[in-house]
């Protein structure tokens, strides 16, 4: 293991690693933060940029992350986070709540809930916290598995925690956004989310990345983290949505682990952006568990967009679906990669993972593989992927009742996401879709 | 000036020639029916008069609607310009209500006559009007087109859509095939509830069943290819009690 920067990828000198080490060496972190941070930056040292040769990343090309001319400057050094502005779309049933940028809550209109007990933090208000939940939970998940986890490891000064405690229901949807802070540098972002419902309680978040600057000219690569845990018999419904520019690189990776009793409903919508990859890894450690996950992914010119999912049944009796879609068009990519663990004596486990995709021009990719990896023998578990054209026959059927090619072309792209949007369970989830399926139309 | 005037049609699917040569006029008022076994080209001809660019029309066919060729128009515009063909296989469009489908095609078909759209609460209470004469239940407007329907509510709803557009041809493709008496019935009083004097019918069909609701005013045979018959509604009892094999043995004989 070299941990000399002498022999390092020259490409890793474009990252701002001088100040993740004066971080791990402050007085005011506690100490589980300092380890995990030293051990993020020494595994950025030590772990190589994925490249074609990497099989989970065989199909991403990451160029836009390493321009030898971008030194990227981390958000933390930021000043000026300039005024955060929202898309009018979201204020349709979508209002921000919580609004996170940079290490702060510049908005919460969730004070009431204080009172039933759920704690709305940064990560750095609980840094101390006595029982060292957050220390258990971090370690839970600490080690880096690629270079890009190992980014969020090192730079993880910060976050927003959300805590529910045992036995509270939330009815109301909770809605957090992430924006892009409205600066014109080479920002490297790195916002954390740590999600905890305790025993016996219900919630419904909706997580919003977005990047809405008025003057995009300079890049962003934001690479985020979420770490949601679901206590015994709980119950959480997730929604997260990513949208940027041209000039938005986004990598995120999402780990959930879920008790016994429990479920999990995780939709998410990759709706625009230069280069994403969304990496969702959802385990079920307790008898009983429920996986749900749907979602879209939509490429157009010459965007990248990648989800990576597993869902892992540890223990017996558990239920998982996966239900996701994906759109390409112009020379857009849209590569899906989802794999069912069935651990040794993870009997009666239950699991059906489909995936569909559009490809609405000549050049462009949607690329499938839903894997399956079986180690019990009582189980149940089905897999499927479709990917083509919007079918000819359909078409036809449109042009003889009056439709022309382009319109039923676009009804039938609104029909095909409309289908993972029924399982959606968030109302008016289409009027965040819509702006972007009008991109896709045109 | 006939409805429809089909001369020398000749029609090849993967340069297998289908259509040998059909020529048939249909005038405005008249139902007409074409019968004819398994493979003789019937659904070809509905295809085509549909315009599905899967089919080459070959050089000589001539096919007129209301004066002029149709045969360079595209489907959606055969259709704006009021023909109706109801398929023997109706697709399935998950995540498309019949609602939000026919008021897009009624809109599409009005605005190319110049016609203002229709207002989409207004145009949902005529829509489920027609699916209760018809027979289907009206809440299957809100449910996606023919997703999860039966054969025979699959066929009810083409008959549906018919009623809607009200076009002035209507070709209709096998419509009586997987029906059970009841929905053939039903199917049958949709169509007769539109014959008019300004409506001209093509009924494709195998068997005489649909016609004894549907009395055509003439009958033609489509056998490898040709009509190789044509007369009145007495034709198609004759085929129902003799089959086609006399037919077959009369061309063999040609």
Not at chain 1, 211 to 216: H, L, T
Not at chain 2, 7 to 23: A, D, E, H, P
Not at chain 2, 200 to 205: E, K, Q
């Amino acid at each position: 293991m070299s941990n000399t920067l002498l022999h390092i990828d020259s490409r890793k000198k474009l990252l701002p690693l001088e100040i993740a080490k004066r971080y791990s060496n402050s007085e005011l972190l506690p100490d589980w933060l300092k380890k995990i941070i030293k051990d993020g930056i020494l595994a950025i040292e030590d772990l190589p940029i994925p490249d074609a040769k990497t099989e989970s990343w065989r199909e991403a090309n990451l160029g836009c992350f390493f321009n030898p001319k971008i030194e990227w400057i981390h958000s933390s050094t930021l000043k000026d986070m300039g005024e955060v502005k929202f898309h009018h779309l979201y204020s349709n049933n979508f209002e921000p709540n919580i609004v996170y940028v940079n290490g702060k809550i510049v908005r919460n209109n969730l004070n009431y809930l204080s009172s039933k007990g759920v704690n709305i933090s940064t990560l750095s208000e609980r840094y101390f916290d006595e029982g060292g939940f957050l220390d258990y939970l971090l370690n839970e998940f600490r080690e880096s598995r690629h270079f890009f986890e190992a980014v969020s490891r090192a730079f993880l000064f910060d976050g927003l925690v959300i805590e529910i405690p045992p036995n509270i229901v939330i009815d109301t949807p909770i809605n957090i956004y992430f924006p892009v802070p409205e600066v014109n540098s080479n920002v490297l972002d790195t916002p954390w989310f740590i999600l905890i419902l305790n025993a016996n309680s219900q919630a419904k978040v909706s997580v919003h990345y977005i990047d809405n600057r008025e003057n995009p000219s300079s890049p962003v690569w934001i690479n985020a983290s979420e770490l949601i845990k679901v206590g015994a018999n709980s119950h959480l419904k997730y929604l997260s949505t990513y949208s940027g520019y041209a000039k938005t690189y986004r990598f995120v990776s999402t780990n959930a682990q879920l008790d016994k009793d429990s479920s999990i409903i995780y939709n998410s919508l990759l709706l625009d952006g230069k280069f994403i990859r969304s990496e969702l890894n959802v385990e079920l450690v307790g008898e009983n568990g429920y996986a749900e996950i749907n979602g879209l992914s939509l490429s157009e010119k010459v965007n990248y967009s990648e989800v990576q999912q597993s869902i892992g049944h540890l223990k017996p009796n558990c239920t998982s679906r996966i239900n996701w879609r994906g759109i390409g068009k112009d020379e857009g990519k849209t590569v899906y990669r989802g794999k069912i663990y069935i651990a040794p004596g993870a009997q009666k486990s239950d699991s059906i993972q489909l995936f569909k995709g559009l490809c609405l021009s000549d050049r462009a990719i949607v690329d499938a593989k839903p894997q399956l990896e079986i180690y019990a023998d009582d189980v149940r578990c089905t897999h499927g992927a479709t990917v083509g054209p919007p079918p000819q026959e359909l078409v036809f059927y449109f042009q003889a009742r009056g439709i022309d090619k382009i319109r039923a072309r676009k009804l039938l792209v609104s029909a095909f996401v409309k289908q993972v949007l029924k399982e959606i369970p968030f109302s008016n989830v289409i009027k965040l879709v819509e702006p972007y399926l009008g991109k896709i139309y045109e | 000036m006939s409805l429809l005037e089909i001369k020398n049609l000749r029609v090849s699917i993967q340069n297998k020639l289908i259509l040998k040569g059909i020529s048939l006029k249909i005038d405005k008022g008249e139902v007409h029916a074409i019968m004819g076994p398994n493979g003789s080209g019937k659904s070809t001809l509905a295809q085509v008069i549909a315009g599905n660019e899967n089919y080459q029309v070959e050089p000589g066919s001539e096919m007129m609607y209301k004066g002029e060729s149709i045969l360079d128009l595209s489907p959606e515009e055969r259709a704006q310009k009021g023909i109706f063909v109801a398929f023997q296989y109706p697709v399935e469009i998950p995540g498309l209500s019949n609602l939000e489908f026919l008021h897009s095609a009624i809109n599409e078909i009005r605005k190319s006559r110049g016609e203002s759209p229709l207002d989409l609460w207004d145009f949902e209470k005529a829509l489920k009007e027609k699916m209760e004469e018809i027979g289907l239940d009206p809440n299957f407007a809100e449910r996606s087109v023919n997703e999860g329907f039966s054969g025979g509510e699959k066929k009810r709803n083409e008959i549906v859509q018919m009623a809607i557009l009200q076009p002035e041809l209507a070709v209709l493709d096998e419509t009586d095939s997987g029906l059970d008496i009841d929905a053939l019935k039903s199917v049958a009083e949709g169509v007769n509830r539109m014959r008019s004097s300004e409506r001209g019918f093509l009924v494709i069909t195998h068997y005489q069943r649909l016609l004894n609701y549907i009395k055509p005013d003439f009958v033609h045979v489509l056998y490898n290819g040709r009509i190789v018959k044509s007369g009145d509604f007495k034709l198609a009892v004759e085929l129902e009690q003799k089959g086609y094999d006399w037919l077959k043995q009369e061309e063999a004989t040609v």
